[in-house]
């Protein structure tokens, strides 16, 4: 079973930044990955994602030009560095394998704990 955790989240004003990491189990290197995002109230969306094989990333159009993604297949880890913070960036954060390159949907139906990220005005 893999297993997914989170850490990274934290306060921090608005114009800010912050770095997220996930570290994940299983054959990681060959997994493409993605984070996500659920705010108080609404559905996890999703953030971004980077490939297992060029990692090459996507993201979401709320976050492109402020995140960037990126990975480290010797530690099982990707990354999402996150700039320029704005209070409606404010969520959990989780990360798991994508469904399938170009997709933004979730693989596995378990995820860990999540990192909070909370942005103040």
């Known amino acids: 079973q893999v297993q997914l955790e989170e850490s990274g989240g934290g306060l921090v004003q608005a114009g800010g930044s912050l770095r997220l990491s996930c570290v994940a189990s299983?054959?990681?290197?060959?997994?493409?990955m993605g984070w996500f995002r659920q705010a108080p109230g609404k559905e996890r969306e999703f953030v971004a994602a980077i490939s297992w094989k060029n990692y090459s990333p996507y993201f979401a159009d709320s976050v492109k030009g402020r995140f960037t993604i990126s990975r480290d297949n010797a530690k099982s880890t990707v990354y999402l560095q996150m700039t320029n913070l704005k209070p409606e960036d404010t969520a959990m954060y989780f990360c798991?394998?994508?469904?399938?390159?170009?997709?933004?949907?979730?693989?596995?139906?378990?995820w860990g704990q999540g990192t909070q990220v909370t942005v103040s005005s």
């Open positions: 299983g054959v990681f290197r060959i997994y493409d």
């Open positions: 798991n394998r994508l469904a399938g390159w170009g997709d933004t949907t979730a693989a596995f139906a378990s």
